[in-house]
């Protein structure tokens, strides 16, 4: 027998060996691209949230630099404030 015909295919622990580190490489692949998914939503959560406080801040404070007296509270709690009285609109 010519010993180069033997060694021609894979042998059952090559295969084994072959299919355990691609099981392994397409795990890991699969753990990092869901920890990166619930990282981008955890960050655009976070934005969305940052960007809605934001805009309520300002809105706040617009409505406190008109204000005509602004007190708070002894226990830092309660802000009480006084807003300038608005025209009616007349119809001429």
Not at 11 to 39: H, K, P, Y
Not at 48 to 67: D, F, V
């Amino acid at each position: 027998m010519n010993r180069r015909n033997k060694q021609r295919g894979a042998t059952l622990m090559e295969t084994m060996l072959a299919t355990a580190i691609a099981s392994i490489i397409t795990l890991g692949a699969m753990v990092m691209w869901i920890d990166g998914s619930r990282f981008y939503m955890n960050t655009e959560t976070d934005t969305e949230i940052s960007r809605e406080n934001s805009a309520t801040l300002r809105k706040i404070s617009e409505r406190l630099r008109s204000a005509l007296d602004v007190e708070i509270s002894d226990d830092g709690k309660k802000m009480y404030y006084k807003m300038p009285a608005r025209a009616e609109a007349i119809d001429f």
